[in-house]
Structure formats: structure tokens, C-alpha cells
């Protein structure tokens, strides 16, 4: 691709998480950046991901119930 600021499918995968987490420089910020305005089915995965990392953030705040506990006990032979 002659854009510079332009990447491919498979090296927009590679950068996700990072991308996710804010761990990329400014330069490949923007090149996912302008990959994603570009690729809708990298732009779904991209929206997919935040929305599981939103659900997994709230999930794992929350307490386990009694009898989730119980269950898991049982599970491991403390019971």
C-alpha cells in the first residue's frame, strides 16, 4: 500500500491489544487509526473487543455467589 500511514489486515491484528490498551506511539496510533476509518471488518473486531473488555472489566468486579462458591468448593474437595 503506498499511503504511510496506511497498514494491512494482518498487521492491524497484531497491534490490537496494544492499540486497546494505549500502548503504541503515536505514529502507529495513527496508522491503525487510519486502517480502521478504512476497514470495516477490522473496525467490527476493534468494537467487538472493547465491548468484551467493558463486560470483563464489570464481571470480574463483581462478588462470586454463595453458591458459585459452593459449586467451585466442591469442585476443588473442600466440601
Not at 473487543?49 to 468448593?73: F, M, N, T, Y
Amino acid at each position: 500500500m503506498s499511503d504511510d500511514n496506511t497498514i494491512n489486515c494482518e498487521e492491524a491484528l497484531k497491534r490490537l491489544f496494544r492499540f486497546l490498551d494505549h500502548d503504541l506511539d503515536r505514529h502507529r496510533h495513527a496508522e491503525m487509526e487510519t486502517h480502521l476509518a478504512r476497514c470495516k471488518s477490522c473496525y467490527s473486531r476493534v468494537e467487538f473487543e472493547k465491548r468484551l473488555h467493558g463486560h470483563l472489566r464489570e464481571v470480574g468486579q463483581q462478588l462470586p455467589s454463595d453458591a458459585l462458591r459452593q459449586r467451585i468448593k466442591k469442585l476443588i474437595g473442600e466440601q
